[in-house]
């Protein structure tokens, strides 16, 4: 198949290509949705060929098409179908169950896209990407300093120094002091720098992973385009050109992160050595030395992550080559100082007790905390100097936000739920590994107090949870009382079967719970924030676990206390098991990996902005290759298009869209069906997904359709004001089609739900719609603001 010479940044070559003689020809570009389908599947024929792109992400046709440009004569009946597949963006291989342990990184760089809409308030808007930026930081030092609390706190500092705990770990004998035969990594110093190889290597894997992915999805070319005088910006920044090129700010913040990690190694171990050397001597200079080196390091660390943000206006193809090399070496260089004089020979050195973990893992939380505080009053700035929030005086049909999630806090909730994972990931696997090397004994004092205050608050949180689930489950009983009316009122005339009006009833009421997740999100959250900062208050007052903390005071206090305890142990260690076996799982299960590629299908959607180590950003390569794919075929056929997007590929369809040129884009049509455009999109993310950003796309496309169902737990209306709403959305469409049996329905329909949209009548009617009206608009172009009328066609 001929393809169409390569758009050059001034559209040059638009004017030079040849047409291929298929004018008139209509082609429907499907996109698929999450969980992934096969090209078989979408196509509905067992023969398809793949016309362009690899193994990862491709489009395909059925193989009586694949000519269909050269015979366009013969395709005229109705549009040539092709499928994009990218589900081998999020679920391939085995090595992407390793992305589990990426969850607290993804989640926080969420927390960045969740920002309120703003009005020219751009320092802010960096204030708060700052912010965020700051609260990713702070997990990656989390996650290291746990891997130093196991490695070097637990294993070479209490066990290994400990003979009873050596006892029972005879591969920890070669580092004991207490044998007759001590050999020369006995000391403590020495111990601590060879178990500083454990975070130090975790670190490299983490950078490993980031390069890996950053050189496979974040190098993906975007289209090159100028922007064109009346080409719109203001409604997301979804259409500027270097929104999907985000390689420069990622390799940036990769190279800082992970000096940040070997800092913290280099820190963990200097500053054991240090304490012991207080005093006069060139052992206590050099420690001097080596400690005011690491802060002055740290506070280059922060100096890159806080300097420099996304460039969204242009395609940013710097690179920062001596940055990006020298950080992390000269961390690298600093740890191995601190390996050498940690392991200069002090023989008078004897470990005793924990390492200084308390100060560390209490400062960590205390920052984090601080952090969303300060987003939060950043966010509800932006909420509330917003002019969608309250209106626009003046113009009665301007898009007003009133659907944002928690009134714009959903982004410091979000970043306050990433702390919390990542306190539960570091407390489960230090409280796992504090269990397994010396279980019941009680030979080592164990983890810092710290994180046992944190995973006493475990029960509390749940305690919570549970009353917010229960407030959820009455709603949606009265709801499914309301909806066996409503089902009755859609199906008149038909015999009346409870249980058949039951379960539709069921099915509509548990999809509205969606609507409801900023409820439990906000109320989690804030309570996550309350008992965080009471488990750091209660470290810090008391020094002692809350069951010690808690002896001598009433019965009923103590009691609850080593309650929580006892089962917030038994929940972080449980829940550390079952994430392992989870991650176990989906290593040697493609089917298990094909559902956490769901979860991935949703949580990297969006550019790494804010964690480098986060999984990589699908939409990075989805999005440019629908755009190529969209720009070559209208530019070489002069052909008809629709888009069409099920689910997330909605949102990949929309996205391809505002990439588009302008003139390109008035060429298109989108379908959307099931889509969380607005219900999920537009809701978290209202700076790119709000009302002012979707009407903007409602009127640069040639024209729109959206279909939803009311048992779709994921897709909704798209709720554009005024006249253009009932224009993009179609009335909610039956689900089941029938009520009964019927002639046409012999057996019981099916409840679909989320799936299967193009088993309704609706959906080829309204594909065959969209072509006609495309059919008005090609050749010609729509001048810019000339809007449709209710039909969909031009009107001045």
Known sequence: MEHAPEQTADGENERALPRTGADGMALELLVHGVGGATPEDMLDDPRTVRVTGDATAAVFRRAADADAEEHPETHRGGPVREAYVWCNLTSGN????????????MVVNLAHWMRPASHHRPRTVRLYGLLV?????????????????????????????????????????????????????????RRLALAALVPAALTAVLWYLSHRTWSAYESQQPMSRQAEPDEETDGTGLGRPGFWYGRRLVARLR???????????????????????????????????????????????????????????????GRDRTLVRLL???????????????????????????????????????????????????????????????GTPGRPDAPVDTRTAMHGFAGPAVAMLACALGGVMSGGVSQRVADWLDGTRHSIPGPPVLLTWQASAIPPLLLVLFVVVARLGRRTWMLRRREMNAVERDYPGEP???????????????????????????????????????????????????????????????????????????????????????????????????????????????PRAAHPFAPPCYAERAVPDLTWRMATWTRATGGRLVLSGHSQGSVLAAAAAWQLRPAT?????????????????????????????LASLHREVACWRNLYRPTDPIGGPVRLPGDCGPEVDHEPLKDPLAYGRTARQPLPAPILGHSDYQADPAFAAERELLLARLRTEVPGQRPHGIAQDSSGRSSE
């Open 94 to 105: 085995g090595a992407r169950a390793l992305w589990l342990l990426l969850l607290p990184f």
């Open 133 to 189: 930026r700051l609260a990713g930081l702070t997990l990656t030092v989390l996650l290291v300093a746990a891997a130093c609390e196991v490695a070097l706190d637990l294993a070479a500092w209490q066990c290994a120094g400990t003979r009873a705990c050596v006892r029972n770990h005879s591969w920890l004998g070669f580092l004991s002091p207490d044998r007759p035969d001590a050999g020369w990594w006995s000391q403590p110093g």
């Open 255 to 317: 190279a800082a992160h992970t000096a940040a990690g070997f800092l913290t190694v280099a820190a963990a171990v200097t500053a054991s050595a240090s304490r012991h050397d207080r005093g006069p001597g060139a052992l206590n200079a050099l420690g001097t030395l080596l400690n005011t080196t690491l802060v002055l390091a740290a506070a280059v660390v922060l100096w890159v992550v806080c300097r420099r943000g996304r460039s969204e206006n242009r395609i940013d193809r």
């Open 328 to 390: 992390p070496q000269g961390a690298i260089l600093l740890l191995a100082l601190a390996l050498v004089y940690a392991g200069w020979s002090r023989p008078e050195w004897h470990a005793t007790g924990r390492l200084p973990g308390d100060a560390t893992f209490g400062g960590l939380a205390l920052v984090q905390g601080l952090l969303v505080i300060g987003l939060g009053l950043v966010a509800h700035f932006l909420y509330r100097t917003n002019p969608a929030t309250w």
């Open 496 to 606: 009346k079967d409870t249980t058949r009006t039951r379960r539709i009833a069921s099915t509509r009421a548990m999809a509205g719970l969606t609507d409801r997740a900023p409820f439990m999100v906000g109320v989690v959250s804030f309570a996550t924030l309350l008992l965080g900062a009471g488990a750091v208050a209660g470290a810090f007052a008391t020094g002692d676990a809350p069951s010690e903390a808690a002896r001598g005071t009433y019965g009923v206090v103590h009691g609850a206390a080593e309650t929580a305890q006892a089962l917030g142990s038994w929940l972080i260690g449980l829940g550390f098991i079952l994430f392992v076996t989870w991650g176990r799982r989906a290593y040697k299960d493609p089917a298990a990996r094909r559902t956490i590629g769901i979860l991935w299908d949703v949580g990297t959607f969006w």
């Open 665 to 693: 884009r008035r060429r298109i049509a989108l379908l959307t069906y099931g889509s969380p455009l607005e219900r999920l999109y537009g809701r978290w993310f209202p700076a790119h997904f709000g009302p002012s950003a």
